[in-house]
T-cell receptor
Framework: GENVEQHPSTLSVQEGDSAVIKCTYS??????FPWYKQELGKGPQLIID?????GEKKDQRIAVTLNKTAKHFSLHITETQPEDSAVYFC?????????FGAGTRLTVKP | DAGITQSPRHKVTETGTPVTLRCHQT?????MYWYRQDPGHGLRLIHY???????DKGEVSDGYSVSRSKTEDFLLTLESATSSQTSVYFC??????????FGPGTRLTVL
């Protein structure tokens, strides 16, 4: 089955700096790559996603890039704010069995 | 939040007892999922449903069963709870290759 690895497990940045989280996947059949943000005590919430026919997608301060050849994708957050502090998960899905990375705890220091 | 509720939100039980968790949606989504979340493992799929009475296993299905008798309800049952099933359980709706919306979670502790 699909295997997703996510790095780093923790990330601390100063407010206003950029944050980058990277994921790799193993199954070349994966064609959908969402990113979720999870705040304490809540369920994960989709923040951005990308499909395999697209190399990059942007939504305000958040962007995702996908390199199908290398089987990796990344989340970029620019101009970070304290409210960006949360746990972020990447995922890859070739079919009905979506696989998630282990998560990155992002801390934005004011 | 998408119209997803989970009950109970917290439960403490003893080893060997049966436990049923309920997920209820008001969005009329065909697909529903049960995940467990453990430190260092992210979210792992237990079972999913692609319609009433249609279910299939996920990555970590051993020790769990599910049922879906109505579109809006998806039940997860631990027939005989073990300490390794202590976890936070999330229900989700939506397609596997499309946005999934998660419920608020159920924290289960098995003593």
């Amino acid at each position: 089955g699909e295997n997703v690895e996510q790095h780093p497990s923790t990330l601390s940045v100063q407010e206003g700096d950029s944050a980058v989280i990277k994921c790799t996947y193993s199954d070349s059949a994966s064609n959908y790559f969402p990113w979720y943000k999870q705040e304490l005590g809540k369920g994960p919430q989709l923040i951005i996603d990308i499909r395999s026919n697209v190399g990059e997608k942007k939504d305000q301060r958040i962007a995702v890039t996908l390199n199908k050849t290398a089987k990796h994708f990344s989340l970029h957050i620019t101009e970070t704010q304290p409210e960006d502090s949360a746990v972020y998960f990447c995922a890859a899905s070739p079919n009905n069995d979506m696989r998630f990375g282990a998560g990155t705890r992002l801390t934005v220091k004011p | 939040d998408a119209g997803i509720t989970q009950s109970p939100r917290h439960k403490v039980t003893e080893t060997g007892t049966p436990v049923t968790l309920r997920c209820h949606q008001t969005e009329n989504h065909r697909y529903m999922y049960w995940y467990r979340q453990d430190p260092g493992h992210g979210l792992r799929l237990i079972h999913y449903s692609y319609g009433v009475k249609d279910t299939d296993k996920g990555e970590v299905s051993d020790g769990y069963s599910v049922s879906r008798s109505k579109t809006e309800d998806f039940l997860l049952t631990l027939e005989s709870a073990t300490s390794s099933q202590t976890s936070v359980y999330f229900c989700a709706i939506g397609g596997a290759t499309d946005t999934q919306y998660f419920g608020p979670g159920t924290r289960l502790t098995v003593l």
